[in-house]
């Protein structure tokens, strides 16, 4: 399920790893403004090819204490 008129999604001191994310990211294909705070976010990588048509409205994102 995608939600277009979510713009805004935070996610702070969840523990989510960036694999995580990765799986939750063909959710985020309106998301503008994205708060990854205090998780454990150690390697920004993904096992699978970057679908840019995810993020093309991604334009913040926060990554602060990981």
Not at 18 to 40: A, G
Not at 54 to 64: A, C, G, S, T, V
């Amino acid at each position: 399920m995608v939600h277009t008129h979510l713009g805004e999604l935070v996610f702070i001191d969840m523990a989510l790893t960036w694999d995580q994310i990765d799986i939750l990211s063909p959710t985020f294909l309106y998301v503008e403004k994205l708060y990854l705070v205090r998780n454990h976010c150690s390697q920004i990588c993904t096992k699978f090819p970057i679908n840019k048509a995810i993020w093309k409205n991604l334009r913040f994102l926060n990554l602060e204490d990981n």
